[in-house]
């Protein structure tokens, strides 16, 4: 009975600000790399951020380098992403993932992911 549930998205105009907050339950993830993904209507799925288990390590897309920040409370079980300076290409459903395997060095594309999320959506207008 492993959930992992995102909060934190909705409305924001450019320029402005969101945090999302993925919160774990059912097990223990504190061994795990988490990440974010998203994916826009009729666009696939991108990485967006990801942070290896310690935190110590961590990936960004180029397209948000700069704006967004990811972060984890292990002992908490949540995972964070603080988003900044939102533009309206980052209209997408988020989805919090994670995984403990990877097929090359630390990156969002590297990672092999077991568990997601259901998604939370951000929507950023002009």
């Given at each position: 009975q492993v959930q992992m549930v995102e909060s934190g998205g909705g409305l924001a105009q450019a320029g402005g600000s969101l945090r999302l907050s993925c919160t774990t339950s059912g097990s223990t993830f504190?061994?795990?790399a988490m990440g974010w993904f998203r994916q826009a209507p009729g666009?696939?799925?991108e990485g967006v951020s990801c942070i290896h288990w310690s935190?110590?390590?961590t990936d960004y897309a180029d397209s948000v380098k700069g704006?967004?920040?990811?972060?984890?409370?292990n002992a908490e079980n949540t995972l964070y992403l603080q988003m900044n300076s939102l533009k309206p290409e980052d209209t997408a459903m988020y989805y919090c993932a994670a995984g403990n395997k990877y097929y090359g060095g630390f990156s969002c594309g590297a990672l092999n992911v077991?568990?997601?999320?259901?998604?939370?959506?951000?929507?950023v207008s002009s």
């Open positions: 504190d061994d795990y666009k696939e799925r935190g110590s390590r704006r967004f920040t990811i972060s984890r409370d077991e568990y997601w999320g259901q998604g939370t959506q951000v929507t």
